[in-house]
């Protein structure tokens, strides 16, 4: 994975030196070009696949939100969970979040689904796989992401500084499960999707609670109030 083309921030490349020399890195960096050279079309671009860990380095991560697959329709992903590109309509699943944050916080919803804000402030925005083919749902689930993307949650597990855990769904329940506890603040609730966010992910409040956690161990608050305009830092 030593692509030129790919941007990985610098605390991110250290700590997860073993990974991009492990086999089932080469095995992904593989299936990647093979698919690329049947002429298939791979969300989000190649210097998008890391863009979660290049906003928010290692050091600086004070929540994490974890999704599933990037979007696979035109124009969407960019590599960040639940978000997408400006102009993009708002996903089903953004919009309720907003909407859950309008009842926790007072804030408005956003007009864009565009939420880089959030990530530069140390939300660190992961999806569990990294790529997808165009128009095919969880089309790469299974070739070695998941691998990763576990070792970047061990990674931040592993800091002393404590950090919370905003985990919507069974699956992002699971795939964090071995999170320290003791140390950093494990929110769970329902996932946001229409189908779900009536069971529980409506008044849990997993803001307001990120940040009194954040702030009783001294650390800045998040700014959840997206600007009025997306702010590109491409």
Not at 26 to 39: P, R
Not at 79 to 104: A, H, T, W
Not at 202 to 214: D, E, I, T, V
Request: aromatic residues 10%; hydrophobic residues 40%.
């Amino acid at each position: 994975m030593a692509d030129t083309s790919i941007k990985l921030e610098e605390s991110w490349k250290q700590a997860l030196t073993p990974e991009f020399s492990a086999p089932y890195m080469a095995s992904l960096k593989a299936f990647l070009k093979a698919e690329k050279q049947q002429g298939k079309v791979i969300f989000p671009k190649g210097s998008e696949y890391f863009r979660a860990l290049d906003l928010t380095p290692l050091g600086q991560v004070k929540a994490v939100i974890l999704g599933q697959d990037p979007y696979h329709g035109d124009g969407q992903a960019h590599g960040l969970c639940f978000s997408v590109q400006p102009g993009v309509r708002i996903p089903p699943s953004l919009v309720n979040i907003y909407k859950e944050m309008q009842v926790d916080l007072g804030i408005p919803p956003a007009r864009h689904g565009y939420l880089e804000h959030w990530a530069t402030q140390g939300v660190l925005l992961l999806n569990s796989v990294l790529t997808v083919e165009r128009s095919l749902a969880a089309s790469h689930q299974g070739r070695g992401w998941e691998k990763f993307t576990d070792a970047v949650i061990a990674r931040v597990n592993e800091q002393e500084t404590p950090a919370v855990f905003m985990l919507w769904g069974s699956y992002a329940q699971k795939k964090a499960a071995f999170v320290d506890q003791r140390k950093h603040l494990v929110l769970k609730a329902p996932h946001p999707s229409p189908l779900s966010a009536n069971n529980g992910f409506f008044g849990s409040r997993h803001f307001s609670k990120a940040n009194a956690f954040l702030m009783a161990n001294g650390i800045e608050p998040i700014d959840w109030q997206l600007p009025e305009k997306p702010e590109t830092t491409a």
